[in-house]
């Protein structure tokens, strides 16, 4: 079965592996950790957070993105813009803070993802703050 990509986790302790499957294996015992289920088709691309807690995966017309050890997507990138029918999308890779995935595609776009969640904890604990601050207006 042909593969696309593999890279390896900030920590090197995972390899993320590309194309008809995504998969996650264990690089001390060589043994699959997950299979990532979830795009149509097959995956160009994958990368990992620079905390290594997301992957990100380059299906054909959307950016999956997962928890490190999850089987399924978290849920996908779409609102950078509509994939032009034919065109499919061909790599992603996260911003060096961890909080923006940019994807490219055979149409020659580039696409600029938020992930709000992404962040490291006082990220995240901002990010609750000002949406209760929110909610409480």
Do not use: N
Request: aromatic content about 8%.
């Amino acid at each position: 079965m042909p593969l696309s990509d593999v890279v390896f986790s900030p920590d090197g302790r995972l390899l993320l592996v590309t194309g008809p499957q995504v998969q996650t294996w264990d690089v001390r015992t060589g043994a699959r950790a997950h299979a990532l289920v979830g795009h149509t088709g097959p995956v160009s691309r994958g990368a990992f957070s620079p905390d290594g807690r997301w992957i990100a995966t380059t299906g054909a017309t959307a950016v999956g993105l997962w928890q490190r050890d999850a089987d399924q997507p978290f849920f996908y990138l779409r609102r950078g813009g509509t994939v032009p029918k034919g065109k499919l999308l061909t790599s992603s890779s996260f911003s060096p803070d961890g909080r923006l995935v940019l994807a490219s595609g055979e149409d020659g776009a580039v696409r600029l993802y938020r992930c709000e969640i992404c962040g490291d904890l006082q990220a995240l604990l901002g990010l609750a703050k000002a949406r209760l601050r929110e909610l409480r207006r």
